[in-house]
Structures are given as C-alpha cells and as structure tokens.
C-alpha cells in the first residue's frame, strides 16, 4: 500500500466535526465551504491548514474551489458532506417543498465538478421515510446516471456503535466513480452502555464510553467564578478514564492520523456557566438520571449510560431557538459546551464559539469525528493507502475568531446571508 495523505473537500462544513473525523483517518482536508460566517470562523480557527468558502454551496462552483484552496489541479479523493437536515427532520413538521432540501443537489453538482473518486452525505434519518424518500432515489438516480456507483442499501449508523458515548442516528450515503469499487460501510467497534440493563455478553465489541467515562475528569465549572464572564480558565482535572485521556491529549489512539495541535492542556475552555434559579435548580436536582425534567423537559444524563441525541438550535435567520440542552447527570445545571463536545467524541483542543448558544449550535449541528473517522477509514482502505503520522504540528488560529459576532463575522468574510 502507498503511504500519503489523501484529498477532500467538505461541503456543509459546519464547525467541523466531519473534517476532523477525515483528517484522523488520515485525510487532508484542503477546502471547506459554509455559509455561517460563526461556523466559518470556528473552522478557520481549528483547522489553519483548510481553505474556508464561506459562500453558500448554490454560488460555490468546484473551480472556484480548486483555485482558491492548494488543491489545484490535484486529484481528489473524496467529497464530503452533512447538508442540512431541517427539511428531511422527524423532529416536528417535515415540509417536502423545503428549500433546503435542494440543497443536496448542489452537493450532486458539486461532485459532478470535482470529480472525486469517492463522496459521502451525512443527513438524518428522517431522509429515508415517507415522502423525503422519494428525494433521496432521485439523488441516487442522478448520481448512478452521471458515473458514480451509489450503496443502494444505505445504512443509518449509530455513533454509540463507533465510540460516541452518545446514541445518534443518521443516514450515510456512499458513492464511487464507476471505475472504483464501493465502499464497505464501516462495522460496529462498540455496544452502547445501557444503565440497568444487561449488556450482549456474548458480544466481543467493547462498552461504548459513558456519560461518566466522557466528562466525569472535567472540572466543575461551578467552581470558577470567572467562567461567569468568560468561556476559559486554567483549572485542576480529575483522573481520567481511557476516553477521556484521548479526549485531553494524554494519549494518543493508535489509529489517530491527525495533525497534532500545540494547546495547554490545563485549560478548561468551552464552558461558560449557565446561571440558573434556585427554582429550576430544585427542579433539575429533584429529576431521576435518565429521566426528563417534567417542565422543561430536558433530559437528566445517567452516569452509566450514553448521552441521548445532542441536538442543534437554529440560527437567527432561522428564528434564535434553542434547543433543549441535557441536565448533568450530579450537578443541578444544563451541561457546558464543552462536556457537549466530549459527548460528541471532540478533543479538547477543538474550540468552539464563546457563546453557548452558537456552541452548542456548533456541537448539536454536526457530525461527531469518530463516526466520520470510522467512514474515512473504510474510504482510505479503498484507496489501497496506508495512513501515516504527520510529523507537523499546527498552532490553532487567532482566538479572536471564536469572539466574533454575526456581523463581525460577516464583515470579515466579506459575506452576507441575504444573497
């Protein structure tokens, strides 16, 4: 097998998640394209090394991204993507007319003129049923009519089952030029933790990590008064568990390709605190792990389980809402950004936006890096690539990215949501 790292492009790049997953498996991730100037900046800030298009994918053309990243005239390996789920969602009303469910098109298109030998489209389940079905084959027929071969057995893929101590569904689509064979879609590394009940003994995948192996070494943000007013603080940890000294950059996975970042590993950061009243405290420390708070309806992580499905609130062009955000599994508050982010399967170099607000948009929006990490795998096994360790070590980006405001954010990206 040759040893080199190979190409891709990210469409719908959001703050990253499905980026990093490539990279860990071994890919260059050269271009990203986002229409959120908040996302844009997170990526920019994370990911120093990427091209960030931050233009919506309908202006985007695959020349332009070729000319403006050091992709050139290079071939790429893989296209990849987590368009925008909205439309296809089984949370509320699914509209079939929703604009944004055009929005895959553009990915066919963009493929198109790229010509990668292999793409990828991350969306929820809710693609998959009823009248959104029908959307999903006539991408699949496009595809298969313009050269690419596409899985027509499409799987949902549950992040638990890849090392995500969280229990989320989506759909992958996988797809290859027609001189290139399909890949396999990835097989399971890990059985949920399930508090109370019993676990496969007959299985020989390992536990998945559990709320508490994810966030249990984090300090109590609680405990620092300055996380009232900013989003950092240098901070004692507690002992790690496996999960978690990966997460801090203690160790390194013997299958992590990634390029290594210089960041202190004492500092806490994503977690500004929530300030919540003593009513609600009541209320959230009187709720049974597992269960859901019955007025808000927030659900209370359980310490031996997994995480139930983080889920984005939308932006301000799409009405500011904010979705419910799960309760500590010992602590009366909503969890930080950052315990998110290990639920998500993010190390803690990764940064996120100040606010908890766009953060947890960031978080909730996207895919987790160890599910994308275990696609890109079977990708780069398609390749005939052995994946190396980078010897570069990259510094993270001007921390003034992760501060900046909607407008601010627009203004330097040159880039308005209004086109």
Same mark, same amino acid.
């Given at each position: 097998m040759r040893?080199?790292?190979?190409?891709?492009?990210?469409?719908?790049?959001?703050? #990253? !998640?499905?980026?990093? !997953? +490539?990279?860990?498996a071994g890919f260059d991730v050269?271009?990203?394209?986002?229409?959120?100037?908040?996302?844009? $900046?997170?990526?920019?800030?994370?990911?120093?090394?990427?091209?960030?298009?931050?233009?919506?994918?309908?202006?985007?053309?695959?020349?332009? @991204?070729? *000319? /403006?990243?050091?992709? !050139?005239?290079?071939?790429? %390996?893989?296209?990849?993507?987590?368009?925008?789920?909205?439309? +296809?969602?089984?949370?509320?009303?699914?509209i079939f007319d929703d604009p944004r469910n055009s929005l895959v098109f553009h990915f066919h298109r963009l493929v198109l003129e790229l010509q990668p030998k292999f793409f990828v489209m991350e969306n929820v389940r809710g693609i998959t049923? #009823?009248?959104?079905?029908?959307?999903?084959?006539?991408?699949i027929d496009e595809f298969q009519a313009c050269g690419y071969q596409v899985e027509a057995k499409y799987r949902i893929l549950n992040a638990a089952k890849y090392g995500v101590p969280q229990a989320r569904e989506r759909l992958f689509l996988l797809?290859?030029?027609? %001189?290139?064979?399909?890949?396999? =879609?990835? *097989?399971?590394?890990?059985?949920?933790?399930?508090?109370?009940?019993?676990?496969?003994?007959?299985?020989?995948?390992?536990?998945?990590?559990?709320? &508490?192996?994810?966030?249990g070494d984090l300090p109590e943000a609680e405990d620092y008064l300055e996380l009232l007013h900013?989003? &950092?603080?240098? $901070?004692?940890?507690?002992?790690?568990? %496996? =999960?978690?000294?990966?997460? /801090?950059?203690?160790?390194? $996975?013997?299958?992590? =390709? $990634?390029?290594?970042? *210089? +960041?202190?590993? /004492?500092?806490?950061?994503?977690?500004? /605190?929530?300030?919540?009243?003593?009513t609600i405290?009541?209320? +959230?420390?009187?709720?049974?792990?597992?269960?859901?708070?019955?007025?808000?309806?927030?659900?209370?992580?359980?310490?031996? #389980?997994?995480?139930?499905t983080l889920r984005a609130?939308? %932006?301000? =062009?799409?009405?500011?809402?904010?979705?419910?955000?799960? @309760?500590?599994? &010992?602590?009366?508050?909503c969890i930080t950004v950052r315990e998110a982010a290990r639920l998500h399967s993010y190390p803690d170099w990764f940064r996120f936006h100040i606010t908890k607000w766009h953060g947890f948009r960031q978080v909730g929006n996207s895919v987790p890096p160890l599910l994308a990490k275990a696609v890109a795998q079977e990708i780069m096994r398609n390749l005939k690539i052995t994946p190396v360790k980078p010897s570069i070590q990259y510094n993270l980006g001007a921390e003034r990215l992760l501060q900046l405001n909607i407008s601010q954010a627009e203004h330097y990206y040159h880039s308005s949501r209004k086109d």
């Open positions: 040893q080199q790292r190979p190409i891709a492009v990210d469409l719908f790049a959001g703050a #990253g !998640g499905m980026t990093l !997953g +490539f990279e860990q050269l271009a990203a394209v986002e229409i959120d100037p908040i996302h844009c $900046a997170t990526h920019e800030f994370n990911f120093p090394f990427c091209t960030v298009l931050c233009k919506s994918v309908e202006q985007t053309t695959g020349k332009e @991204i070729r *000319q /403006r990243s050091q992709i !050139g005239d290079q071939e790429i %390996d893989a296209v990849i993507c987590g368009s925008p789920c909205q439309g +296809f969602s089984l949370m509320g009303k699914r049923v #009823g009248e959104h079905k029908q959307i999903l084959k006539s991408l797809g290859a030029r027609k %001189d290139i064979n399909l890949p396999n =879609y990835p *097989q399971p590394i890990t059985q949920p933790a399930k508090p109370n009940h019993n676990l496969d003994e007959n299985s020989e995948l390992a536990v998945c990590p559990t709320v &508490w192996q994810a966030i900013r989003d &950092w603080v240098i $901070a004692e940890f507690q002992k790690p568990s %496996d =999960y978690a000294e990966i997460m /801090r950059g203690i160790k390194t $996975a013997i299958d992590d =390709y $990634a390029y290594p970042r *210089q +960041f202190d590993t /004492r500092i806490l950061s994503s977690s500004l /605190r929530t300030n919540h009243s003593e405290r009541q209320r +959230f420390q009187e709720t049974p792990q597992g269960e859901r708070e019955p007025i808000s309806r927030f659900h209370k992580l359980h310490p031996a #389980g997994v995480c139930n609130g939308t %932006d301000k =062009y799409k009405g500011s809402f904010t979705s419910p955000r799960p @309760i500590h599994p &010992w602590q009366p508050r």
